[in-house]
């Protein structure tokens, strides 16, 4: 008596078949999950104290700005906010490019746009964190805000 | 006592307008509406007004309809903008003082009228291996036991009767159909969570893919759209969580 065996279909069907490597969209998944936790936190503490905290939204001009970016808490701060949020944003519309634009050349030129923009925006989002001074040196004084220190 | 012989009331009847989708493939370029009035009942479903139309009124009416009792998901059509099954649909749940609209689900071709060609949806169904894959005999050489708690797992998504409306109701598959689609996952999900299954890892790393559970976008039409209530868009994220355990 001979048996048939269980049915079997292939495991996946040629056009689909992935190649090994990272799993990119698994991970996109899991980074917008978790930085969304985290950009949660980070916005409405943001918001928080630039916005209610002591004199609430009056208190807020260049020299408070300037006061934030002197403090290494505020710099780590910003910069995960900077990059997460960028990221996570970059990320859902290369999302939503992948889902809706269907002509091949249009989605290269829409996901390279937002490639581009993104490492743009952090680099220089990045570079004002940390380059910042309020009151570079040699400049003319009718140039720098009251609270520098007259040379 | 005189005893009467109970006469029901005639049931009162009234016209409705269904405006349906028409698309002959020999005759037509592009689909088109048309309207039909048609007598109803209130407890008429849409399949009814639709055997109306097609008896009385245009035999040329083409739709698949097999146990008209929303077991075999055939009929599955757009009512009113929604993925429903016309033989579970009543009249009387829908807002007859507008036209109903009908027409084909979405996101599958077209072949005619309300009838689209379903093998792209088989195929996604196919390849997520949906069959019990066990190597070797039982235990006990008689049979694969099963508490009921471990039957209670996977007990929502036994329930598909592969119909498409859900699949068909995905905002990821309408765009270029190359997503498994709900439907799919829903009946792995009905395998992986299977105690006596053994092709679950098989079957996750199927489903971990670009075109698997990640394009999903959490927007529950699919749920929505089941004439079985099963709860599509939970299954879908526990196939994900699967995948990241790596284990059902």
Known sequence: ?????????????????????????????????ASGVVLVVLIFGHL????????????IDFAFVA????????????????WLALIHGA?????????????????????????LSTIVLLTLGTLVIYTFDPCPAGSPADLLPSFCPVP | MEHKPSVPGEVPTFTATLIIRRFDPEVD????????????????????ALHKIKWEQDGSLTFRRSCAHGVCG????????KNRLAC?????????????????????????DLIVDMEPFFDSFRSVNPFLMAGGAPKDGKERKQSPVERARFDDTTKCILCAACTSSCPVFWTDGQYFGPAAIVNAHRFIFDSRDEGSNVRLDILNDKEGVWRCRTTFNCTDACPRGIQVTKAIAEVKQAILRGHP
């Open chain 1, 67 to 82: 006061g934030k970016l002197a403090d290494p808490f505020w710099v780590a701060w910003d910069t995960l906010l900077l």
């Open chain 2, 88 to 112: 579970k649909t009543l009249i009387k749940d829908l807002d007859i003082s507008q036209p109903i609209y009908i027409e084909a689900i979405k996101g599958l071709p077209l072949e005619k």
């Open chain 2, 29 to 48: 370029e592009e689909p088109r509406w048309q309207d039909f009035d048609v007598e109803l009942h209130a407890t008429d479903r849409i399949l009814d």
């Open chain 1, 48 to 59: 928080f104290v630039n916005l209610f905290a002591g004199e609430g939204v009056k208190a």
């Open chain 1, 91 to 115: 990320n859902g519309m290369r999302t939503i490019v992948n889902d809706y634009a269907n002509n091949r050349l249009v989605r290269y030129i829409l996901l390279g746009a937002i490639a």
């Open chain 1, 1 to 33: 008596m001979s048996t048939i065996d269980a049915p079997r279909s292939p495991l996946v069907s040629p056009q689909r078949r992935r190649k090994r490597g990272i799993n990119w969209e698994k991970w996109g998944w899991i980074y917008m999950r």
């Open chain 2, 74 to 81: 055939s009929d599955a059509m757009r009512i009113n903008g």
